[in-house]
């Protein structure tokens, strides 16, 4: 059998943060031939990482120390923690990094927080491209995610063969943080659409009308949407297990308000959808739930 | 060439209401057979249909005297002129209907309304089928609408066959006025996620970002939807004619408004639609504009 060439073959490839999402896509980089270092908070992914052939590290100076000039990847779920793996005192670039050093961030990041770490890096002769991932955990395993990217033209180009890896519909959205942007437009309707399905449903059972029903008319109509279709049918199954959890679903509800208050878009709606996820997140103590679980705030 | 027998050959069938709907739906039970007499309440589109084939009448009593114990749709745009129009003093029904009268209510009409006249028909030994429509005057002209019916098992088996006519997926979901529940249910997502996209796209178009590519980048993922590809199209191309016309999508909400109070729905989210819909077609006069125009109050 011929040596096929892997598309990342002999890479240097660093990966912070092995979540739910990050574990599956810092392997799909490695199974692509990259030779992939990871750090994570704590241990046990990285020790599941560890065995299945990544190499492991137990600080971020080392992370950065191993990967050189090459690309860090990171995939964090805070606009602070980005900044403090990134830039802080025990951070990857505690010290300067080396010129040519590439950030490619998965996370779902403030967009003025985005700006202003893509300036920094390019004060140091260094590149930061976002890149925010949809599709959910399922998205990651199959490495068939929906990715919007924002950057510079030459970093958008270096880190797209890592990015191709992991997704199947690219996107580049424009200058740093627009990838942020569009994953923050994603992340309204998301929100929105959920709670709008929640209603319908528990409106139709109240009258009388079974809801599984309902949303099996609705189906194919104007209404039809990839959130009736999976959050609907788990409103139905009431499999709330997540998925997607409504803490986070929440968090990106804040940011999306953010942005809104930094661009000046006043919507009633969106304070409205804000105050319906606090209230089930934080009052309603539901934040572990899938965020299809907002249903559960009608029938409170 | 052999005669085909078409499906309501020779069956007298009434229509009341030749709206942007209810006109082409006429003229397809006429094309299927039907001996079909209309009324309107205006003269114009009553000249099209009887120039089409179709037999009109100037009065009510004569839609229900010709049509005897048939079958009589109407296609009304508020559940007030629906009572008028089948019961008032110059209604169809002024004087009891024969026995076996059935009426096909294809418009959007409340559910208590609903529940009230099916029980007065009841009494009369008649029937009546709710059989609300989804699809617009795309699926109405195309026939191939959504239509979600409620009402008794004879009375629907009997509608079906008109109503096969006219839609391609046709769900019974149960008593008198669950079909109308289920369009609610229907028109309440729409209303809720015309408002999400709307947000989102200028959102992006504040940040910076152009919104016909946000638009194509969340194509396909979780925030998909028919609303997301008709009317989101629609948004950045700003084309604006109905369509849906905002009137009537704040007429809906009304009515789902009422149907929550009705079954105790509590919904912050819901009262939020209302207003923004009350203002959007009260406050700045953009009744006339299809529903997608929403995306104007985020630009004001």
């Known amino acids: 059998m011929g040596a096929m060439k892997l598309p990342l073959s002999g890479q240097k490839i660093g990966f912070a943060g092995l979540g739910n999402m990050g574990a599956p896509m810092a392997r799909h ?84 927080g985005t700006k202003r770490f893509a300036a920094q890096m390019k004060e140091w002769d260094s590149g930061w491209v976002d890149a925010p991932v949809s599709g959910g955990q399922v998205g990651a395993e199959a490495a068939n995610l929906t990715i919007m990217v924002g950057g510079a033209q030459a970093d958008v180009a270096r880190a797209m063969p890592v990015i191709e890896v992991l997704g199947e519909k690219i996107t580049h959205m424009g200058e740093s943080g627009s990838g942020q942007v569009t994953k923050l437009a994603n992340q309204l309707i998301v929100a929105q659409t959920i709670d709008a399905v929640a209603q319908a449903l528990r409106l139709a059972e109240l009258a009388g009308v079974d809801s599984a029903k309902v949303r099996e008319a609705l189906r ?81």
Request: glycine letters at 12%; one cysteine or more.
């Open 29 to 112: 980089l490695h199974n692509a031939g990259a030779e992939v270092t990871v750090w994570n908070r704590s241990d046990g992914p990285a020790l599941i990482a560890e065995k299945a052939g990544l190499n492991r590290v137990q600080s971020l100076r080392e992370l950065s120390s191993t990967v050189g000039n090459g690309i860090i990847c990171i995939n964090l779920t805070h606009t602070t923690v980005v900044e403090e793996v990134v830039f802080g005192k025990s951070g990857l670039f505690s010290e300067k990094p080396a010129a040519g050093t590439l950030i490619i961030d998965f996370g779902t990041t403030g967009v003025s």
């Open 220 to 300: 194919g109509g104007f209404a039809e949407s990839r959130i009736l279709d999976l959050h609907g049918e788990r409103m139905v199954m009431r499999n709330f297990e997540p998925g997607g959890r409504s803490t986070y679903q929440l968090k990106d509800v804040r940011m999306i308000c953010e942005l809104a208050a930094e661009v000046g878009l006043e919507s009633p709606t969106l304070q409205n959808s804000l105050h319906q996820w606090v209230k089930f997140v934080e009052a309603e103590g539901h934040g572990e739930l899938d965020h299809s679980g907002l249903l559960r705030l009608y029938e409170s």
